[in-house]
């Protein structure tokens, strides 16, 4: 005979299992209604706009009404399996119909399709960002009012929005404002380092912000906790930092790789190799990665670095073994190896 604690127990148990059923019934279509559709036969193309914060679910609605698909599960069940799918940026799309789900998908995710799109790219100033907005029809007037209204949360409620329009596609819907959009790319940065703690050594938050800010302009992904590294080495010795990427920022140029010994000389508080220390603030909007570099930087001895190839950076603490590295690099550009 069962007692009353376990009586409790499978009545719980029994509980949940329905509330389950419930929820997944919910969510999710009836298994019944999977068909895909081949993509022999499809369609025109048609204007799919998906909301912010919409499920896969949700958007596989969108696009079965839309007849992209040929039932909304045969998208979530796609959708689900691909993790690219939280990428896919809200706004209009221009998507094929009659189309298997999966290829629904790479539309989706095909900037190229995305109406009235911005790409915040990895590292992009806050002027560039402004073009873009000018690009997809905001004024001049407009985004500089918006600028003022802006709300950053803390640690950084009180600075210069540069370093905060995080890194990612963002699409301008019929209704949105400059104040909307520019809001949106500070909100992703809030949710994107969402749980970080903004403490390294003595670094104030806007200080960690700014180095996360170089170790972008100057390295790429996998190099990160390195770069960082050599930049807490040459600060907690004195050395000027000595980074092209600063002198790039002053006159707002990409593309271009050395530098003339006049850009060098140039006065202004950004330039690092005329100022020791850290430049006043970021000089472009970081990913997550470099982030969690500048708060967890790799451990060694390190002081220089160049990257003698395109994917490949060369690391040391001697300055004659830096010498070298330099060397190799101009033998490399010399033969075309950068283009």
């Not at 691909?82 to 221009?94: K, L, Q, T, Y």
């Not at 003022?148 to 803390?154: M, P, S, T």
């Amino acid at each position: 005979m069962l007692s009353k604690f376990e009586i409790r127990r499978l009545a719980l148990a029994a509980i949940f299992v329905l509330l389950i059923t419930l929820l997944f019934r919910e969510i999710a279509p009836s298994p019944k209604s999977a068909a895909d559709f081949t993509g022999n036969e499809r369609g025109e193309e048609v204007i799919v706009e998906i909301p912010e914060g919409a499920t896969g679910s949700q958007v596989g609605q969108l696009l079965f009404e839309k007849e992209v698909v040929a039932s909304a599960l045969s998208f979530f069940r796609v959708a689900v399996a691909d993790e690219r799918s939280s990428r896919i940026a809200p706004g209009e799309h221009r998507i094929e119909t009659k189309i298997p789900a999966r290829e629904a998908l790479n539309q989706l995710l095909d900037p190229d399709r995305i109406l009235n799109l911005i790409r915040v790219r990895d590292g992009s100033r806050l002027t560039e960002v402004i073009t873009s907005l000018k690009a997809v029809g905001f004024s001049e007037k407009e985004i500089q009012s918006a600028l003022k209204e802006i709300r950053v949360q803390e640690p950084f409620s009180n600075r210069k929005i540069e370093g905060l329009l995080y890194p990612a596609f963002y699409s301008k819907s019929k209704t949105d404002s400059a104040k909307t959009m520019l809001q949106d790319m500070v909100n992703r940065f809030e949710a994107s380092t969402q749980g970080l703690t903004w403490e390294y050594l003595k670094y104030k938050p806007y200080e960690l912000l700014t180095i996360a800010s170089l170790v972008e302009s100057e390295g790429i992904p996998i190099d990160f906790p390195k770069v960082a590294r050599v930049i807490y080495n040459r600060l907690e010795i004195g050395m000027p930092l000595q980074f092209d990427s600063t002198v790039h920022y002053i006159f707002d140029r990409r593309g271009e790789i050395q530098l003339s010994i006049q850009d060098t000389k140039v006065k202004n508080p950004y330039n690092t190799f005329q100022n020791r220390g850290l430049p006043p603030g970021p000089i472009g909007s970081p990913t997550r990665a470099a982030i969690e570099a500048a708060l967890n930087p790799e451990s060694g001895p390190w002081l220089y670095f160049v990257t003698v190839l395109p994917k490949q950076t060369k690391f040391t603490a001697d300055y004659d073994e830096f010498l070298k590295f330099k060397a190799e690099y101009k033998r490399n550009f010399a033969a075309g190896k950068f283009e």
